[in-house]
């Protein structure tokens, strides 16, 4: 599985930003999809993820409320829409994938067998 992330940019306080993140194969369906980030200086950190099913979905405790991700199995392709954006949301952004991962195991970067190269996203007081 290859993963293409985009949808980075710089935003204002307050604003929305939805990124990407593309997978080739056929078998999309089967991986779980998350989303971590890393801001400069610090360690890279769970946002978001959705089971393989697409019946489970986890949040940070920091983006719950404000950011929401969606897959579509059909474009292959998970999103992950962001709103109320803050300062401190401003990060590299990573869209991860796996294929045999377990429920509780998705907010462990060390569990995730593909990931994106990572988009940017600069959100300015």
């Known amino acids: 599985v290859q993963l293409q992330a985009s949808g980075g940019g710089l935003v204002q306080a307050g604003d929305s930003l939805r990124l990407s993140c593309a997978a080739s194969g056929r078998t999309f369906s089967t991986h779980t999809m998350s989303w971590f980030r890393q801001a400069s200086g610090k360690a890279r950190e769970f946002v978001a993820g959705i089971f393989r099913s697409g019946s489970t979905i986890r949040y940070s405790d920091s983006v719950k409320g404000r950011f929401t991700i969606v897959r579509d199995n059909v474009k292959n392709t998970v999103y992950l829409q962001m709103d109320s954006l803050k300062p401190e949301d401003t990060a590299v952004y990573y869209c991860?994938?796996?294929?045999?991962?377990?429920?509780?195991?998705?907010?462990?970067?060390?569990?995730?067998?593909?990931w994106g190269q990572g988009t940017l996203v600069t959100v300015s007081s």
């Open positions: 991860a994938a796996d294929r045999g991962l377990i429920l509780s195991s998705m907010m462990d970067q060390g569990q995730y067998d593909y």
